[in-house]
T-cell receptor, first 110, second 115 residues
Framework: GQQVMQIPQYQHVQEGEDFTTYCNSSTTLSNIQWYKQRPGGHPVFLIQLVKSGEVKKQKRLTFQFGEAKKNSSLHITATQTTDVGTYFCAQIQGAQKLVFGQGTRLTINP | ETGVTQTPRHLVMGMTNKKSLKCEQHLGHNAMYWYKQSAKKPLELMFVYSLEERVENNSVPSRFSPECPNSSHLFLHLHTLQPEDSALYLC??????????????FGPGTRLTVT
């Protein structure tokens, strides 16, 4: 089945630095979702992107969907220790199936 | 709390045991899912119950057997598991309609260890 590739796999930053994770697909995506999983926790939905070139913001988080709908990114400005966790993009296949990327694990040095 | 509960939270079982994982959602959703999350692989969809039909990942071994008696409850029956089945098993629910899909709400998971 179709897969989304997510990079990087790991990212360590100093608190206050920015962070970006990328999702790439070889095929056009109908839409894409982003989730965050804190250490020891479960995935929590962040956002869904649907439109080509869409940009959405949630406080310090900026989500983008590429013009060709083959890639997406999540950017965090001025990271805080509460941002620690693994960020997953997920590709929706049909109405029922969600295929997750490998995730980017973010650790932060306070 | 996301409105999705799972029991037990931790389970240790031998390879010859039979056990069941339980999931319950209080969100009024019409779709429920089982995922497997292990250290070396991304979240892997195992089963979906949605719109009164079951969709499964063909790579899931038959030692995993799902049951969905109604839209609020989901079970995963386990028998003769292997050590490589040790993982976090996550249940999720969402509201779906033909042609549309919405965010999934995950339960806290069951940490399964097979000895």
């Amino acid at each position: 089945g179709q897969q989304v590739m997510q990079i990087p796999q790991y990212q360590h930053v100093q608190e206050g630095e920015d962070f970006t994770t990328y999702c790439n697909s070889s095929t056009t995506l109908s839409n894409i979702q982003w989730y965050k999983q804190r250490p020891g926790g479960h995935p929590v939905f962040l956002i869904q992107l649907v439109k080509s070139g869409e940009v959405k913001k949630q406080k310090r988080l900026t989500f983008q969907f590429g013009e060709a709908k083959k890639n997406s990114s999540l950017h965090i400005t001025a990271t805080q220790t509460t941002d620690v966790g693994t960020y997953f993009c997920a590709q929706i296949q049909g109405a029922q199936k969600l295929v997750f990327g490998q995730g980017t694990r973010l650790t932060i040095n306070p | 709390e996301t409105g999705v509960t799972q029991t037990p939270r931790h389970l240790v079982m031998g390879m010859t045991n039979k056990k069941s994982l339980k999931c319950e959602q209080h969100l009024g959703h019409n779709a429920m899912y089982w995922y497997k999350q292990s250290a070396k692989k991304p979240l892997e969809l195992m089963f979906v119950y949605s719109l009164e039909e079951r969709v499964e990942n063909n790579s899931v071994p038959s030692r995993f057997s799902p049951e969905c008696p109604n839209s609020s409850h989901l079970f995963l029956h386990l028998h003769t598991l292997q050590p490589e089945d040790s993982a976090l098993y996550l249940c999720a629910s969402s509201q779906v309609s033909w042609g549309s899909s919405y965010e999934q709400y995950f339960g806290p998971g069951t940490r399964l260890t097979v000895t």
